[in-house]
C-alpha cells in the first residue's frame, strides 16, 4: 500500500505570510496527487487535483507543485478564511489520504 | 448543483449492523463512482469503500473487508452503506463522496452521519 506523510502536522502563520506544507508518497505516484481542505466542523473540499491544478472556485493563492514521490501545497497569503486542516491524497492506486496538516493563525 | 446527503448514523453496539444511506441530487448519479470515506474523531480521512456507476464493481479497505457491502439504486440516485460485526474502531463519521471520474479523486462530499459503536 501506498503511505502518504504530511510535514508539519501543524504550522502557524500570520496573516499574508505565505504558508508551504508538504507531502511525501512512500512510492511514486506521478501526479495523480489532491489536497484537500477541510474547515473545522465541515466536510472536505477538493482544492488542487493533478498536483497542480486548481479546483474551480478555489482561491488563486493556493497552488500545488511537485511530482514523483514529494508535493507541496502553497498558500501564498495566508487569510483568516484558510483556518483549516488540510489533507494530500494520492489516487495513483486506491486512494490514501496524509494524516493532515493544521492551519492555524497566529 | 451537486447535493449528498447522508442518514443512517447512530449509536450501535459491537458487534452490531447498520445501513447508511447517501441521496444525490444535482448530477446523473449513474454517471459517477461513488465512495465512502470515514474519519474517526479528531483523526485524519481514510477511505472505506468505493463502487462505479452501473455498481457492479465495488473495492474496500483492507480494514472493511468482508463485514461492509457497498451498494447503489440508480433508479432512486442513493448511495449504501451495509456494515456488520462492527467495532470500536469503526467510530467515525462517514461521508459519501462523488469520484470525478473512477479514479479515486473526490470532487463532492456530503457532510456526513455519525456511527459510534460503543456498549
Known amino acids: 500500500d501506498i503511505q502518504m506523510t504530511q510535514s508539519p502536522s501543524i504550522v502557524s502563520a500570520s496573516v499574508g505570510e505565505r504558508v508551504t506544507i508538504t507531502c511525501r508518497a512512500s512510492q511514486s505516484v506521478s501526479s495523480w496527487l489532491a489536497w484537500y481542505q477541510q474547515k473545522p466542523g465541515e466536510a472536505p473540499r477538493l482544492l488542487i487535483y493533478?498536483?497542480?491544478n486548481l479546483e474551480s472556485g478555489v482561491p488563486s493563492r493556493f497552488s500545488g507543485s511537485g511530482s514523483g514521490t514529494e508535493f507541496t501545497l502553497t498558500i501564498s497569503s495566508l487569510q483568516p478564511d484558510d483556518l483549516a486542516t488540510y489533507y494530500c491524497q494520492q489516487y495513483e492506486t486506491w486512494g490514501t489520504f496524509g494524516q493532515g496538516t493544521k492551519v492555524e493563525i497566529k | 448543483e451537486v447535493q449528498l446527503l447522508e442518514s443512517g448514523g447512530d449509536l450501535v453496539q459491537p458487534g452490531g449492523s447498520l445501513r447508511l444511506s447517501c441521496a444525490a441530487s444535482?448530477?446523473?448519479?449513474?454517471?459517477?463512482?461513488m465512495a465512502w470515506v470515514r474519519q474517526a474523531p479528531g483523526k485524519g480521512l481514510e477511505w472505506v469503500s468505493s463502487?462505479?456507476?452501473?455498481?457492479?464493481?465495488?473495492y474496500y479497505a483492507d480494514s472493511v473487508k468482508g463485514r461492509f457491502t457497498i451498494s447503489r439504486d440508480n433508479s432512486r440516485a442513493t448511495l449504501y452503506l451495509q456494515m456488520k460485526s462492527l467495532t470500536a474502531e469503526d467510530t467515525a463519521k462517514y461521508y459519501c463522496?462523488?469520484?470525478?471520474?473512477?479514479?479515486?479523486?473526490?470532487?463532492?462530499w456530503g457532510q456526513g452521519t455519525l456511527v459510534t459503536v460503543s456498549s
Open positions: 444535482g448530477f446523473t448519479f449513474s454517471n459517477y463512482a
Open positions: 463522496a462523488k469520484d470525478v471520474s473512477w479514479t479515486y479523486l473526490f470532487d463532492s
Open positions: 493533478k498536483a497542480s
Open positions: 463502487i462505479s456507476g452501473s455498481g457492479t464493481n465495488p
